[in-house]
Nanobody, 123 residues
Framework: VQLVESGGGLVQPGGSLRLSCEVSGFSFDDYAIAWFRQVPEKEREGIAV????????EYEDSVKGRFTISFADTKTTVYLQLNSVTPENTAVYYCAAVYADLLRRDPTDYGLWGQGTQVTVSP
């Protein structure tokens, strides 16, 4: 059972990036999947979550309208589309999963984590 993030990198302010979270060993059915970000010396922050039962989503206020969480058709991959990024979006981005039908962005609710992917927003 493993989550693997990819898609991070360097992007200019105002640009876009798509992160992927691919699961191996199980499918996302009956799970909630969230994306978190973390910068040095700060706590991990939940920014988007999606429920596998009905694809209901919830976002942290600062990313609403700019970031989109979604499933791939196979439900073995979750994407986070980042648009109109700013330098403040620079962070390590993690995906996480919990076997529950909930929309929570508290990292203590999640037991499965990926290794993270670095996103750097800079001119």
């Amino acid at each position: 059972v493993q989550l693997v993030e990819s898609g991070g990198g360097l992007v200019q302010p105002g640009g876009s990036l798509r992160l992927s979270c691919e699961v191996s060993g199980f499918s996302f059915d009956d799970y909630a999947i969230a994306w978190f970000r973390q910068v040095p010396e700060k706590e991990r922050e939940g920014i988007a979550v999606i429920s596998s039962s009905d694809s209901t989503t919830e976002y942290e206020d600062s990313v609403k309208g700019r970031f989109t969480i979604s499933f791939a058709d196979t439900k073995t991959t979750v994407y986070l589309q980042l648009n109109s990024v700013t330098p403040e979006n620079t962070a390590v981005y993690y995906c996480a999963a919990v076997y529950a039908d909930l929309l929570r962005r508290d990292p203590t609710d999640y037991g499965l984590w990926g290794q993270g992917t670095q996103v750097t927003v800079s001119p």
